[in-house]
Antibody
Framework: EVVLVESGGGVAKPGKTLRLSCAASGFKFDDYAMHWVRQAPGKGLEWVSSINWIGDKTVYADSVKGRFTVSRDNLKNSLHLQITSLRSEDTALYFC????????????????WGQGTLVSVSS | SFVLTQPPSVSVAPGKTATITCEADNIGGQTVHWYQQRPGQAPVLVIYYDTDRPSGIPERFSGSNSVNAATLTISRVEVEDEADYYCQVWNANNNHRIFGGGTKLTVL
C-alpha cells in the first residue's frame, strides 16, 4: 500500500523559512517522480514543484520559482520542500504527490496523494 | 499561459448523469486527468489519459476529450459522488502541470 506522510508545516512569520518533508512507503521510491501541490483555504489545487526519479531535474511554478527548493533522498525514501521568504499567499495545505512515471519532462499522472501538511504564514 | 476553465458548480439529482467540462483551446491535443476531492480529504485520481479508470474507481465514471473541451461524466450519480472535481494537464512547453479551477458537484 502506498503511503505518503507529510510533516513540517506550522505557523511562521513572513520572511522566514520552512522545510516540509514527505515520508514515502509501499512502493519503490527511486523509480518515480514526485510533486508538491498546494491548496489555499477554500481554494483550488495549485501545482507547485516536481522532481524526477533521480533528483537531477526539477520544475517550479512561476509563483514560487526562486523561493522554493524541492529535493529528495532516495536512500531515506523522503521528499522535501524548502520554502524561503515566506509570504501570506503561501498559506495553504501542501500535498506530497506520487507520479506514475519517473520523468518530469513528460505528462504526469498524480496517482497517490498524502493528506497534506498545513502552512500558515502570519505576523 | 495555458488556462483550464471549469464550471464552478454542477448540480444533479441522485440516479441522474452529471457532466463536468474542462475547456481550453486545443485541449483535444492534450492528455487530461481528473481528480475527485471529497470534503476534508486528499484528492483521488478518477480518470487518467482522457478515458482510463484506475482500479477501484466505479465504471460510472468516464471521460472524453475532443477539440476544445474534455468531459468527465458520472452516470447514475450517488450521494457519495458529491465532491470537488479537478481536471489537469501537462504543459509540454515548460513542463508545468496545470489544474482547472475545480467544479463543485452537488447531489440534490
Amino acid at each position: 500500500e502506498v503511503v505518503l506522510v507529510e510533516s513540517g508545516g506550522g505557523v511562521a512569520k513572513p520572511g522566514k523559512t520552512l522545510r516540509l518533508s514527505c515520508a514515502a512507503s509501499g512502493f519503490k521510491f527511486d523509480d518515480y517522480a514526485m510533486h508538491w501541490v498546494r491548496q489555499a483555504p477554500g481554494k483550488g489545487l495549485e501545482w507547485v514543484s516536481s522532481i524526477n526519479w533521480i533528483g537531477d531535474k526539477t520544475v517550479y511554478a512561476d509563483s514560487v520559482k526562486g523561493r522554493f527548493t524541492v529535493s529528495r533522498d532516495n536512500l531515506k525514501n523522503s521528499l522535501h520542500l524548502q520554502i524561503t521568504s515566506l509570504r501570506s499567499e503561501d498559506t495553504a495545505l501542501y500535498f506530497c504527490v506520487k507520479d506514475w512515471g519517473g520523468s518530469v519532462t513528460a505528462a504526469s499522472v498524480f496517482d497517490f496523494w498524502g493528506q497534506g501538511t498545513l502552512v500558515s504564514v502570519s505576523s | 499561459s495555458f488556462v483550464l476553465t471549469q464550471p464552478p458548480s454542477v448540480s444533479v439529482a441522485p440516479g441522474k448523469t452529471a457532466t463536468i467540462t474542462c475547456e481550453a483551446d486545443n485541449i483535444g491535443g492534450q492528455t487530461v486527468h481528473w481528480y475527485q476531492q471529497r470534503p476534508g480529504q486528499a484528492p483521488v485520481l478518477v480518470i487518467y489519459y482522457d478515458t482510463d479508470r484506475p482500479s477501484g474507481i466505479p465504471e460510472r465514471f468516464s471521460g472524453s476529450n475532443s477539440v476544445n473541451a474534455a468531459t468527465l461524466t458520472i452516470s447514475r450519480v450517488e450521494v457519495e459522488d458529491e465532491a470537488d472535481y479537478y481536471c489537469q494537464v501537462w504543459n509540454a512547453n515548460n513542463n508545468h502541470r496545470i489544474f482547472g479551477g475545480g467544479t463543485k458537484l452537488t447531489v440534490l
